[in-house]
């Protein structure tokens, strides 16, 4: 199997929202998204799949020499070595996968937030640095694209913690920040049991409509930094946006009960909305 045959399986294998928007760009972009993608999903499985912390931890230090390699010239992963071809022409720099390794990292440090300018911060890593390279690999001509590809980047970060608080709480983490579960009377746990009747309150309810209507501030924030110049360009990344979106409003239809569940579009209906969105001037 070829590094870039590695790579389009591993995108094409994660069932992702991203996937189906990389579908739309021509072959040589779509060839680079797919190998950076193809990153992030290596060292995000790292925390996810690797029971040991101190196992995931030593897996991680070897992505940052593996990072460090390659960018010296001797990449020995496959995920690297489809990745160091596409550096040079989309700029993307070892800064940019040191940080997403980073945020990766706080996963095996921290399972609480006490503020949203805490998880800010975290999501700035695992999503708004994704944002700003993807804007890079699509196309882009403006300085406030990157800003809009940050703010986009951290609302479908939102969303993703949102859909997962069942899937993140049988790993221990909790996501939403702590001061706004007091605001809400939501102990963590009642989050941690994820059943009823202690998970599903109308207490959870509110903290969660909370988020939501962040999230779709978040949103309507970025669309609004995006240059008219560089729309076009940045199609992939609207469909992936109106993609998440459309999950948390699947969410919301679902009064938010996501403790038991992962709620989820089929993947039909991610490829009509990437359809339709790249039909729209």
């Known amino acids: 199997m070829t590094p870039e045959q590695y790579v389009q399986q591993k995108a094409a ?12 760009l021509p072959p040589p972009r779509r060839a680079a998204i797919t190998a950076f993608y193809a990153f ?12 040991d912390a101190g196992v995931a931890a030593t897996k991680l230090a070897w992505w940052r020499k593996e990072v460090a390699n390659a960018f010296a010239g001797t990449p020995q992963h496959p995920v690297m070595k489809a990745l160091m071809p ?13 940080a997403v390794i980073e945020g990766c990292e706080m996963d095996l440090q921290q399972t609480r937030y006490l503020d949203f300018a805490g998880l800010s911060r975290y999501c700035h890593l695992v999503a708004g640095i994704v944002g700003e390279v993807a804007s890079g690999i699509f196309g882009r001509t403006e300085a406030q694209t990157v800003a809009y590809a940050h703010k986009l980047g951290l609302a ?15 790993r221990g983490r909790i996501y939403l920040p702590v001061n706004e579960l ?28 909370f988020q939501a209507e962040r999230a779709h501030r978040l949103y309507d924030e970025a669309l609004a930094l995006l240059p008219a110049a560089d729309r ?17 409003r699947e969410v919301e239809r679902e009064n938010f009960r996501v403790l038991h569940q992962r709620i989820s579009l089929t993947p039909l209906r991610k490829l009509w909305i990437a359809m339709k969105t790249n039909w729209k001037p």
Request: proline residues 3%; aromatic residues 12%; glycine residues 6%.
């Open 232 to 248: 076009s360009a940045q199609k992939p990344g609207l469909m992936m946006a109106n993609i998440y979106r459309a999950l948390l």
């Open 156 to 170: 479908m970060q939102m969303t993703n913690i949102i859909r997962d608080v069942g899937d993140d709480a049988r």
């Open 13 to 24: 294998a994660s069932g992702s929202s991203f996937y189906y928007a990389f579908l739309f």
């Open 86 to 98: 596409q550096v040079a022409p989309y700029d993307i720099r070892i800064e940019h996968l040191l």
């Open 40 to 51: 992030c999903r290596e060292v995000d499985d790292v925390v996810d799949e690797t029971q």
């Open 182 to 209: 007091q605001q809400f009377g939501v102990k963590a746990n009642e989050i941690l049991l994820r059943s009823a009747p202690w998970g599903y309150s109308d207490r959870f309810s509110a903290l969660m409509a």
